[in-house]
């Protein structure tokens, strides 16, 4: 099974930005997309980008115009460029890795989480 490794959360002030990575073990033509999650304490974890295999990003309006995913197929790495972070997206940033069943996605893996501080 396909192993995620992700790197690059840390603090940083309102307005700023960080950017995650998130490097895949091996390439596995059954990962149809991968994407990042989070979850914040308390909270239920929460979609928040993908990109498919096809290069194909979707976001989630949470973050829509802020954040930016994107792949680097030949180092089997995924990037979330997160600009104009706000408080709110205080969290654990979660890479996963996904399957496509012909009508939705579905994780096949998990990263270890990251975690994003937001404040002063």
């Known amino acids: 099974q396909v192993q995620l490794v992700e790197s690059g959360g840390g603090l940083v002030q309102p307005g700023g930005s960080l950017t995650l990575s998130c490097a895949a073990s091996e390439s596995d033509a059954s990962i149809a997309a991968m994407g990042w999650y989070r979850q914040a304490p308390g909270k239920t974890r929460e979609w928040v980008a993908r990109?498919?295999?096809?290069?194909?990003?979707d976001y989630s309006d949470s973050v829509k115009g802020r954040f930016s995913i994107s792949r680097d197929g030949a180092k089997n790495t995924v990037y979330l460029q997160m600009n104009s972070l706000k408080p709110e997206d205080t969290a654990v940033y979660f890479c996963?890795?996904?399957?496509?069943?012909?009508?939705?996605?579905?994780?096949?893996?998990w990263g270890q989480g990251t975690q994003v501080t937001v404040s002063l």
């Open positions: 996963n890795a996904e399957g496509f069943s012909g009508r939705w996605y579905y994780t096949r893996a």
């Open positions: 990109i498919t295999s096809g290069g194909d990003p």
